[in-house]
């Protein structure tokens, strides 16, 4: 059985996860749908 400790540590682990896969499509979005409507 994982300790509560390591419980949090996997579920900060999870969020970071998700917060990072939000800001790259984002930053993806911005840079490439001005490309996209330049052309």
């Known amino acids: ?3 509560g400790s ?3 540590l ?3 682990m ?3 996860e998700k ?5 790259a499509k984002g ?3 911005n840079f490439i749908y ?3 409507s330049t052309n």
Request: charged share 10%.
């Open 10 to 12: 996997a579920n900060l």
């Open 34 to 36: 001005p490309l996209l």
């Open 1 to 3: 059985m994982p300790t």
């Open 27 to 29: 930053v993806n979005a």
């Open 19 to 23: 917060i990072l896969l939000i800001i």
């Open 6 to 8: 390591d419980n949090l």
């Open 14 to 16: 999870k969020n970071i």
